[in-house]
């Protein structure tokens, strides 16, 4: 699709344009051969850009009215500038044609309008399609400084695009001069002081010290003109969402806007020390430049803007620098003092949100922050910036747990648990996503952690108890998988052979895994089987090195949880506590007696060990049955006349061998379960079939020989 045809997709575009054309037209006659005020049409021009913003076919045809010369009066050209909302990024022919624009001459734009103009470049740099177009014309915007009447807006103008290369002894003498001249113009004293950044030994005296403008990337001349122009061009990118996003620029200095949204307690990237042959980050304008500079680039004044600034926390996670880091800590080691002590204007929740950016990005946890989060926890109400507090603490290193525990964990559960199961539910996700990290980095590593074994040891059986509690608190099926994600991050640990280097493996307590097994939910049991089947896998590999690790008690646990589930789901002999290692479920035999007794009484043709099978199962005997109807189905179509009789269910040994017999589907019945446990598996429950294929070494092998649908 062509830009034109995109374009064109604008609501109304065809009513602005029109309008846009009879502007155009107007705009060729003298007031008296036109006969009509124009003024009403150039307000309603005004208002449809201003409602819709102008798409770069638009926006190029008025550039081209208000920069030649024409017979609209000034004010109506004035009011044109003023609602130039582009509704995309803004080329750079349109950029050179204002440029050219500029200047003394006959067939220029008065300076009125040539001020309006470059005040327009000044509000839509940040949208222009290439800000560097500027760069290139440098020097013919500094030598128009002469001019008075645009002065101001080319001070501002400037001072946005100037880099150190634009920094050169001549245009420093020239702008002292012109300084003197113009009795230390502010606008000038404000450009002065952008070249001083730079070059700060060669630019002294009083000169910059006078009244000056604040040019800076954060100051914008029209806040709500902005605001407005932001709110077209996100609306057109909504209206072109199937097309590819253009990537933020993540490779500049990060510039704080004064409506807000970005950290005041931190300063921005400013660098005074460099030097000629140095770089400094804010001439950083993209990755290349990045790269290729990298050891030439100067740290900044302030440090501590590493905190906020992204630009800079690649620059020292690629070049680390011990004291860098070190005046960061004695930084945030001060503003704890103050947040501790109750200072006026320290914004917790803005430090917080400083903070998580920073560890985010940087994927660290400085020591300093420990320090400062056991300071804070305690003054911490539970709610402000709960998320943040959190997302920050999950990227807590592996330490002895006891110091966690005393500094971190319990003063955080002290204030976040409030007798809910919405409370535990938080903490538990943030405990999945702390081993998760804590996971990626031991994978990381190439050779043993001292203390991983036991933090995460510590941590598990921590977990284990919050899990045990909130599975009776709340016993819902989305709650189970909340559980579950803690503990596939933990089968994870307990799967992967250069994992087990540095843990050993921790088992779930029995009664969750009964609770969790019982649960009314498919997907619940098919992923309770896939953890438990690759725990197996990881006690097979642990045996083969670490045997004296586990002892026979714990592997005996285990084993119980295999044939016990493999019992209910497999062998129809459910609650048998006599096989070797089974533990009947941990049902208590008086129990089992009564349910027994109660389930022959309903004489329904089934007793109490077969009801936990893949057919009886109140989770999985829909599947099943459903799985078998298919199975009759496929054989209708192929020969109606072959298939007398369907199965009405449930399906078993006995029913299958009738059902033959009487001229139904001829399936044995091994073939129907593992049928069923392939069917679960294209159902996206697999862990249900990995567990007996891992467990039963029968079950595999007729897989194997098992011809498939």
């Not at 624009?101 to 067939?107: A, F, Q």
């Not at 943040?388 to 559960?413: C, G, K, M, N």
Request: aromatic share 8%.
């Amino acid at each position: 699709m062509s830009g034109n045809q995109e374009d064109a997709e604008i609501e109304d575009t065809p009513d602005l344009r029109e309008v846009l054309s009879d502007v155009v037209q107007a705009s060729k006659l003298t007031a008296k051969q036109r006969g009509y005020n124009v003024k009403p049409t150039v307000e309603r021009l005004a208002s449809l850009s201003y409602d819709q913003g102008l798409l770069p076919e638009d926006l190029g045809q008025l550039i081209d009215l208000v920069t030649t010369p024409n017979f609209l009066d000034q004010a109506s050209l004035g009011n044109i500038i003023r609602n130039l909302y582009p509704a995309t990024k803004v080329s750079d022919d349109l950029v050179t044609k204002v440029i050219s624009s500029l200047g003394h001459g006959k067939l220029k734009p008065s300076l009125a309008i040539q001020g309006a103009l470059l005040r327009w470049l000044i509000m839509i740099y940040h949208v222009l399609d290439n800000q560097t177009i500027l760069s290139r014309a440098y020097s013919v915007l500094f030598n128009l400084l002469d001019t008075a009447a645009i002065r101001k807006q080319l001070c501002h103008l400037l001072a946005l695009i100037t880099r150190r290369r634009h920094v050169r002894p001549y245009r420093i003498q020239s702008l002292l001069s012109l300084s003197r001249q113009t009795g230390n113009d502010p606008a000038v004293t404000g450009l002065l002081r952008v070249f001083k950044d730079y070059y700060p030994e060669i630019i002294v005296g009083e000169v910059t010290r006078a009244k000056a403008s604040a040019f800076k990337a954060s100051l914008h001349p029209d806040l709500q003109w902005r605001e407005r122009l932001d709110e077209i061009q996100q609306a057109h990118a909504a209206r072109h969402a199937d097309r590819a996003d253009r990537p933020l620029d993540a490779f500049r200095v990060a510039r704080n806007r004064v409506n807000g949204k970005g950290s005041t307690i931190v300063p921005e990237v400013h660098t005074s020390n460099a030097t000629e042959n140095s770089i400094t980050l804010e001439e950083i304008e993209n990755v290349d430049g990045f790269v290729n500079n990298l050891e030439k680039i100067e740290l900044p004044n302030q440090l501590i803007a590493v905190l906020g600034d992204p630009l800079l926390q690649k620059l020292l996670i690629l070049k680390p620098d011990i004291e860098a880091h070190q005046r960061v800590g004695s930084w945030l080691a001060s503003y704890g003092q103050d947040l501790m002590s109750g200072e006026p204007g320290v914004d917790p929740e803005d430090c917080l949100e400083m903070l998580k950016t920073y560890v985010s990005n940087t994927k660290t946890f400085p020591p300093i922050f420990l320090a400062f989060f056991s300071e804070y926890l305690k003054i911490w109400n539970g709610h402000d910036g709960r998320d943040s507090v959190l997302t920050i603490l999950s990227y807590v290193p592996i330490l002895p747990f006891p110091e966690l525990s005393a500094r971190i964990f319990q003063p955080l559960e002290a204030k976040i648990l409030n007798n809910t199961a919405d409370s535990q539910l938080q903490l538990l996700e943030f405990y999945t996503i702390l081993l998760q990290r804590w996971t990626i980095s031991l994978a990381s590593l190439d050779q043993k952690l001292a203390q991983a074994s036991t933090t995460i040891a510590d941590l598990v059986t921590h977990v284990n108890n919050l899990c045990l509690a909130l599975i009776q608190t709340s016993p819902t099926a989305s709650t189970h998988s909340v559980i579950l994600d803690f503990y596939e991050q933990t089968a994870v640990l307990a799967s992967d052979p250069k994992l087990l280097l540095h843990t050993r493996i921790m088992i779930p307590p029995s009664p969750l895994v009964y609770i969790l097994h019982f649960s009314f939910s498919p997907s619940t049991l098919s992923r309770l089987c896939s953890i438990l089947s690759n725990y197996k896998a990881g006690f097979q590999k642990a045996m083969t090195t670490s045997r004296s690790e586990y002892t026979s008690e714990y592997i005996n646990e285990f084993n119980g949880f295999l044939m016990d589930i493999c019992n209910c789901l497999w062998r129809s002999r459910a609650f048998n506590s006599s096989d070797v290692n089974s533990h009947g479920c941990l049902v208590p035999m008086a129990l089992t007696e009564d349910l027994t007794s109660y389930v022959n009484s309903l004489r329904m043709g089934a007793t109490l060990s077969t009801l936990f099978s893949l057919s009886y199962s109140p989770v999985l005997c829909l599947l099943a049955i459903s799985y078998f109807r298919e199975l009759e189905d496929e054989e209708l179509q192929r020969n109606a006349e072959e298939l007398s009789t369907r199965h009405a269910g449930p399906v078993t040994r006995t029913s299958l061998s009738t059902l033959a017999n009487s001229g139904g589907l001829r399936v044995g019945w091994d073939d129907y379960r593992l049928g069923v446990l392939s069917y679960l598996e294209g159902k996206g429950m697999a862990g249900i079939g990995q567990l007996m294929y891992n467990t039963m070494t029968n079950v595999m092998k007729r897989r194997s020989t098992m011809v498939p649908r």
